[in-house]
């Protein structure tokens, strides 16, 4: 279990895509972290279906962009549609002229989130990073000095202490309630979700 002996410098909340990318990142300029995340496992469904422009360069940035466009693409044309009927077509316009010569052009990048993880682990394993699985955060406290946060797992309580304490657990934050920060935001009467259609199609499915 976990303990106070062996300091880190972060500590992150959530092994999302967020939580991911900034270990890698962190891990890359050589500081000490734990990636703490209370699921079992990573993902095995999507709750997106592509990354933006800022997102590739930021991939870049990590030196694993290629990967990504390999296992996913860079789109030029997606078509939603509802039934037969199309909703939408919509391109993908390569930026022009916000990259010095030679340097990375932004791409968008149609990719599962259960394989941007995937692949967002695989780099942290070998930057010397993990994942520590079915390790639930419950509280922090801190001084001018530390962080003390306390996490579960089986029941079993322990700390974890660090320099700095981020959290990537998104709208729900348990972090992020504890420090008193306000999510504004709304919640939509109507949901969608895309598939891709034996045919590779985007489809958009209502309720």
Known sequence: MPNTKHPVNVLIVGAGPVGLALACHLRRLGLSIRLIEKRTGPSE????????????EILA?????????????????????????????????????????GAFEPKAIVLPQADTEALLIEHLKELGGIVEWQL????????????????????????IESQWLVSCEGA????????????????????????????????????
């Open 45 to 56: 469904h999507s709750k997106a279906i592509g990354l933006q422009y800022r997102v590739s």
């Open 172 to 207: 729900h934050s348990v972090v992020r309630k504890q420090a008193g920060v306000s999510f504004d935001g709304k919640t939509y009467p109507r949901w969608a979700r895309c598939v891709r259609s034996p045919s590779s199609t985007m489809r958009l499915l209502q309720a």
């Open 136 to 159: 639930e955060f419950l509280a922090y406290t801190q001084d001018a000095g530390r962080v003390v946060a306390t996490v579960r797992r089986s029941d079993v309580d322990g700390t």
């Open 61 to 101: 940035r990590l030196g694993i962009v290629d990967r990504f466009i390999a296992r996913g693409g860079s789109p030029t044309t997606v078509n939603i549609h509802a039934g037969h009927e199309r909703l939408l077509r919509h391109r993908f316009l390569a930026p022009i002229g916000v990259s010095g010569r």
